[in-house]
């Protein structure tokens, strides 16, 4: 908030500095020179006040519905990316299965030809001839016979060795195939939904910085009509904007991690902030265990931690997600501004971490 505080002032100064005459407003919101106007007629000057008090919910509605569809997009390009990993290994599991089973039936035919061979070379082919020929002893004539069994028994035994081989390495090649045309169909998906998230991440930049260069604006001048200062109102409209949100509650721990880019994921990082930020609210040890308990629960301390089925999001899950630009403009990659946002959130609703932990713990589905 400080952050925001700042940047309002400065952007005040800028637009002091162009003078009354002409600075740059889009059309559906007061000039200068009517908000002069309004200031010396009480109902004019509360009219004014009233319609820049609308524009500020409208700019904040739009920017938060923009960072709200980017995540959005986020999550389904993640969802993209990691079918398409799962079906990269799989068809890359299969080509090598394929081979292997290629190889199998390479040498069993090739074990079946050579012992066809070797009956060839011996004579080993024509047993009726060899028997008919042969001398009336008894004796050899089933030794002869037995030979004959066993070594048709063996004949037949590599040819259906080599036909399973041969239609394991097809059927094989095949699964390896359609699983290589599922991995290029999911390629294409990822890239199209990537293509779509970072659109929406840009869309929601250029809101952001819309709302932030705008609401400047008006910020000094509801100043200028209420005699107030720029900074007192940019705070007003955040806790404005707070307590619309305040029925809202925090929770989501069945979701997953999106790729969000730019995103800082470092939970032993984000812990130790937290953990130093501990002493401004009044809070030791004890209080920090509940807090490591609480979000460990909601989002493992992961900054990019989203709920698809909710919306929930960042370290604290955070419901809906843009009630974190109060803390800050990089809320959705910054996870000190999520913990920053977080226990401001705690102290307010719960008075304590313990206290959060305790009502999470007593709810199912466990929310906060």
């Known amino acids: 908030m400080k952050r925001h505080t700042a940047w309002v002032a400065i952007t005040l100064g800028v637009v002091l500095a162009l003078g009354a005459a002409g600075p740059a407003h889009a059309d559906d919101y007061p000039s200068w020179?009517?908000?002069?106007?309004?200031?010396?007629?009480?109902?004019?000057?509360?009219?004014?006040?009233?319609?820049?008090?609308?524009?500020?919910?409208?700019?904040?509605?739009?920017?938060?519905?923009?960072?709200?569809?980017?995540?959005?997009?986020?999550?389904?390009?993640?969802?993209?990316?990691?079918?398409?990993?799962?079906?990269?290994?799989?068809?890359?599991?299969?080509?090598?299965?394929?081979?292997?089973?290629?190889t199998e039936a390479s040498a069993a035919k090739k074990r079946f030809g050579q012992f066809v061979s070797q009956l060839y070379v011996s004579g080993g082919t024509d047993y009726t001839t060899q028997l008919l020929l042969s001398g009336p002893s008894t004796g050899s004539l089933l030794r002869k016979l037995g030979a004959m069994s066993q070594l048709s028994a063996h004949s037949s035994q590599l040819r259906s060795i080599a036909e399973t081989k041969q239609n394991t390495a097809q059927a094989t090649a095949k699964q390896a195939e359609l699983a290589q045309k599922l991995r290029d169909q999911l390629a294409t998906d990822a890239q199209t939904k990537l293509q779509a998230a970072q659109a929406a991440q840009q869309a929601a930049a250029a809101e952001?910085?819309?709302?932030?260069?705008?609401?400047?604006?008006?910020?000094?001048?509801?100043?200028?009509?209420?005699?107030?200062?720029?900074?007192?109102?940019?705070?007003?409209?955040?806790?404005?904007?707070?307590?619309e949100a305040a029925n809202d509650h925090n929770g989501g721990s069945d979701g997953g991690n999106i790729d969000l880019v730019g995103v800082n994921v470092d939970p032993a990082g984000a812990q130790a902030y937290a953990r130093?930020?501990?002493?401004?609210?009044?809070?030791?040890?004890?209080?920090?265990?509940?807090?490591?308990?609480?979000?460990?629960?909601?989002?493992?301390?992961?900054?990019?931690?989203?709920?698809?089925?909710?919306?929930?999001y960042g370290i604290p899950q955070s419901w809906p997600a843009e009630k974190m630009l109060s803390a800050g403009a990089d809320w959705r990659t910054n996870g000190n501004t999520q913990v920053n946002w977080g226990l401001n959130y705690i102290s307010d609703a719960y008075g304590t971490p313990c206290n959060a932990w305790d009502k999470w713990q007593a709810r199912s589905p466990h929310w906060y």
């Open 208 to 243: 952001l910085a819309k709302q932030q260069t705008i609401s400047a604006t008006l910020f000094a001048q509801a100043a200028v009509l209420k005699n107030t200062e720029a900074s007192v109102e940019a705070k007003y409209y955040a806790g404005k904007a707070a307590e």
């Open 276 to 312: 130093s930020r501990m002493s401004a609210f009044g809070w030791g040890d004890g209080q920090f265990s509940c807090l490591v308990s609480l979000w460990n629960g909601e989002s493992g301390w992961r900054a990019n931690a989203y709920n698809p089925s909710s919306g929930a």
């Open 33 to 102: 020179d009517e908000v002069q106007a309004a200031k010396a007629n009480a109902t004019a000057k509360q009219a004014e006040v009233d319609k820049i008090s609308a524009l500020v919910s409208q700019l904040q509605a739009a920017a938060s519905a923009a960072a709200a569809d980017e995540l959005k997009k986020a999550a389904a390009y993640t969802i993209a990316k990691n079918n398409l990993d799962a079906a990269t290994t799989r068809a890359t599991e299969l080509d090598a299965q394929a081979r292997v089973a290629a």
